[in-house]
């Protein structure tokens, strides 16, 4: 059964980030009865879903509960099922302590006190770290369940909204922080412009993506993890840092993503169903380790003189 009643799309005619219209198909597929499909923009490499969910069945998707915990669903039969996470919930432990190795490497650019602004907010385990450190604190999250849980736990102020169309305060953030999530924005130039008019001119973007041209998308070829309903554009690291210089951002430092994460969190996130099975008869699902993400790319930005 489907986890929504209805599941809208919508054809994009051009490339979001140079609007060239010629583009290819670079991966096919329904998930439990749900198509998804990636094309590549002919011009600028730019990979993006086409066709894509509509601004309406993307706030009903991203709110649902199925997001957030999809792996107990009768529908899913393997790893390559899901139409959410496997189990956020059981990863939350491993975002929290990977928010003190993110902060450091903030402060060393922007030291509290200051007002810091995180883009997809989740569980709220990034904002609570930051503000026992010392900043000032609110959250933008898509998921009104996210925002929710975030409120609830830790007394977050978050405010449920695409980042392309909210309202922000003009040079008001020291710091603006996204994790995870700028793949999911529907229109990434409009949001980094919005993003950029509410830094203050000596502010600092702190940002990670997956990157398509990474050796994780390479060794995993079409069962790449990022080629799901959530990830409405696989950046590159240069499709991403031409949408930052276009947008009035440069890059001030860079480096493959630190993390703690859990061997249940990693084979998940892997599908790797005979990781399962031995961490599960291991006893080592929520063992924390720290990794290098080489897939992934973690950068730290100011705004262009």
Partial sequence: MQPLKTWDFENLEACLICGSTGFHVVYEKNIRNVPLR????SQCGLVFQN???TRDTLSAYFSSSFFIKDGDSPDVVSLEDLLGYFDYEAWDASYKRTATLRLKRIRRFAPPPGRLLEIGTATGSFLDEARRAGYEVRGVDLSARFAEVARRRHGL???VDF????DLPRDHYDVVCNFGGVGCWRDPMRALKNIRSSMKSSGLFVLNHPNRDGVLSILYGDRYPEFNHASLTVFSNRTMRRCLAETGFRVV???NERQFASFGRIVTYLKSPVGVRLVKALKLEHRMIPVIAFGTTFLIC????
Wanted: hydrophobic share 45%; charged share 35%.
């Fill in 253 to 255: 430092a860079f480096q």
């Fill in 157 to 159: 102020q978050i405010d």
């Fill in 51 to 53: 066709p894509r969910f």
């Fill in 163 to 166: 980042i392309e169309d909210i």
């Fill in 38 to 41: 990636f094309v590549k923009c």
């Fill in 302 to 305: 100011r705004l262009n003189d």
